[in-house]
């Protein structure tokens, strides 16, 4: 799954420090605005503290008796509305790994979009794009989890290796600190699809939840049908239940927008909240039109099974098994750590990663300050000179980001020139190159 809190640096104002004892023990604030389920809406805090009896164990998470007293240090930085860009949270929140990794889980079933183009109906061929992207947000940590915060001038690199010995590519940057801004780009030159997209998180601080607005798109490109141009895709909204009291719950929700004006397509898709005494969780619902004329609908459940109905023959097939064909994740080839660059994701944060896999908090803690500090140096030395940064692998064309290469039409030219623009260093794959994780 992509963002959650989004953080950054700095302490924020000490409020809510009526919240006391360790998580599992607190006692609901008694203001207004406490118990806010981040929907508008305000429940007791009694219900709230109950676990939701219909969450899968993957989706919920509780701290443990430390963990709990540690979250003093968010609670005391917090108050409602507030924007979560400068709050900084305990590293026992954090998944080990950095955002700019986390985006390649839509790159995970390639097998979705490969091949797309040869559909002869245009439809058929929108229904394949959505394929893949409502593939990827299955794949997240256990519980309630965020991914590092990249800081500027950040970039993950890597490549995957597929079975018949074509190769894709995958480059992601942090091309702005303030407002966040990652931008990535994934081709596979052979299988004919390049990815290009950005994500510009806001997160909010709701009461006892946290809602995160992703802002950005993705921009899919069929190369073998250029006359589509571009498939246009944004992103669902995430919010984190239950992360002062309770049992912490991860959802996604509201609308995101499929489109592709070429052939006059969209899909409106729901990914929809669970009510606080009816619905389900990761549920989904959506309608594929074309102009004026409804094609189909999409339901299920975005961990579970999603379909699509045809609304003309009334048929109904499956888009993708989560539950069956989740594991097969395509693996991707990273450059080892010893061999990556500074400020490549890996290698920046390999002491706050190796810390969160052995559980030393103290230590993690420690690694993410040593990153942040080492970033707020930079800032103020820029600042000073008056330089301003230049992002590596990209630049802002038109009010986009886009990667700073110009790939030619053939694919085998394409491939040695984006093998060449992302790894400099590395020998050329060989087209039998097995995949490795």
Known sequence: MMGLFS??????????????????????PNSPNSGSNGYGASYNSRQEDKAPSDTEPDDTSILDADEG???????????????????????????????????TDFMSHPDLIFGAEAEEDPEERFIRVLQYYLAGWH????????????????????????????????????????PPISAFFYISPSNHVSILGELRPKSKFLGNSVS????????????????????????????ARGILFGKMVLELGDTCTAKNDKHGLTCDLEFKTKGFFSG?????????????????????RWSHIMDFRDARSGKKRVLFDAVRDGQNVCPKWVPDETEQELN?????????????VAKDMERATDA??????????????REESGEK?????????????????????????????????????????????????
Not at 280 to 300: F, L, P, Q, V
Not at 369 to 381: A, C, G, K, L, Y
């Open 212 to 239: 995160t607005t992703m802002e950005g798109e993705n921009r899919i490109t069929l190369l073998g049908k250029p006359d589509d141009g571009e498939y246009v895709i944004t992103m669902p909204n995430m919010y």
């Open 368 to 381: 993410k300050s040593f990153v942040e500090d080492v970033q707020r140096e930079e800032r103020r030395h």
């Open 69 to 103: 007293s540690l979250i003093t240090s968010l609670i005391s930085q917090l108050r409602v509305g507030m924007d979560l860009s400068r709050v900084t949270f305990p590293t026992f929140v954090l998944e080990p790994r950095s955002m700019l990794e986390r985006i």
């Open 139 to 178: 794949i997240k940590p256990k519980g309630v989890k965020k991914p590092y915060n990249p800081v500027l001038g950040e970039f993950f690199r890597c490549r995957y290796d597929y079975p018949d010995g074509t190769h894709g590519y995958y480059i992601a940057e942090q091309v702005s600190h303030h």
């Open 280 to 300: 389900t969780y990761n549920a989904i619902s959506g309608r594929i039109r074309r102009s004026s004329s409804e094609i189909g609908e999409i339901g299920g």
């Open 7 to 28: 953080s950054a640096a700095s302490a924020g104002t000490n409020v809510l420090n009526r919240v006391k004892g360790p998580r599992g023990s607190i006692e609901a």
């Open 389 to 437: 940064h230049v992002p590596k692998y990209f630049e802002l064309v038109d009010g986009r980001w886009t990667p700073k290469v110009v790939l030619p039409k053939d694919p085998i030219q394409a491939e040695k020139l984006v093998q060449q623009w992302i790894f400099p260093t590395f020998p050329v794959p060989q087209s039998n190159t097995p995949a490795a994780a």
């Open 344 to 356: 490549e994701s890996r290698r920046l944060w390999q002491d706050l990663t190796q810390a969160i």
